[in-house]
């Protein structure tokens, strides 16, 4: 049963993020029953969004704080929006530029 819904949630996360990173790294494995996950899935001009959690197949996910961040120019980052688990933002516009959201590194999108 564990292992049903642990498999059921990991396969929706990726389906849901295809394209996206989800790390787990062997420093982050110390959560028994638990799953650390961190990432981002995006629709160009629509949102970018944001997720940092330990998944338990005991139900009682571990939500990590997080964040999406416009790179304005090198090293120089703007927080467009925080929570607990997911952070979501929302574009307004088209124009191409830098977001980091979830785990390290940048990324580019079409979403101002």
Not at 39 to 65: F, K, M, S
Not at 82 to 94: I, K, N, P, Q, R
Not at 99 to 108: E, K, L, Q
């Amino acid at each position: 049963m564990m292992r049903r819904r642990l498999a059921a949630l990991s396969a929706a996360v990726l389906l849901a993020t295809s394209g996206t990173l989800i790390a787990a790294s062997p420093a982050q494995a110390g959560k028994e029953g638990c799953v650390y996950q961190a990432g981002h899935y995006e629709q160009a001009g629509g949102y970018i969004t944001g997720y940092r959690l330990w998944a338990c197949v005991n139900g009682n996910d571990i939500l990590l704080p997080v964040s999406v961040e416009h790179n304005l120019s090198p090293g120089v980052y703007e927080t467009v929006a925080s929570g607990e688990g997911w952070a979501t933002f929302y574009c307004s516009g088209t124009l191409f530029g830098f977001y980091r959201a979830g785990s390290p590194g940048d990324f580019g999108i079409h979403c101002s």
